[in-house]
Nanobody
Framework: QVQLVESGGGLVQAGGSLRLSCAAS????????MGWFRQAPGKEREFVAA????????NYADSVKGRFTISRDNAKNTVYLQMNSLKAEDTAVYFC???????????????????????WGQGTQVTVSS
């Protein structure tokens, strides 16, 4: 089992920045590829970003490419999502997730399905005011 706890959400004006953190506990953190997803009211959960085991390779949704950066610190068992130039449409609950699949698989452009991830955090709310 892997337990995930997100933090760092909040209310920010459009154009502002936030950094989300996701602290992991349980099994060896570096054995898991990590991802961020988000879900807005009335919408399905959508892929935001993914990172492989050691942070060497990443993948992003087109909607956040160039604005968001995913990173991880295996010594701290934490994955981050730096969000810049936020827009009103970024408003959602953000979830981090862990996958036991090979890191090289998770960071493929086609690997965006929530079903690829076995463990999920409880989510943190991000609200961007326009």
């Amino acid at each position: 089992q892997v337990q995930l706890v997100e933090s760092g959400g909040g209310l920010v004006q459009a154009g502002g920045s936030l950094r989300l953190s996701c602290a992991a506990s349980g099994r060896t953190f570096s054995n898991y590829a990590m991802g961020w997803f988000r879900q807005a009211p009335g919408k399905e959960r959508e892929f935001v970003a993914a990172i492989d085991w050691y942070g060497g390779t990443t993948n992003y949704a087109d909607s956040v490419k160039g604005r968001f950066t995913i990173s991880r610190d295996n010594a701290k068992n934490t994955v981050y999502l730096q969000m810049n130039s936020l827009k009103a449409e970024d408003t959602a609950v953000y979830f981090c997730a862990a996958s036991a699949l090979p890191g090289s698989s998770i960071v493929r452009p086609s690997a965006t399905a929530p079903s690829l991830y076995a463990y999920w955090g409880q989510g943190t709310q991000v609200t961007v005011s326009s």
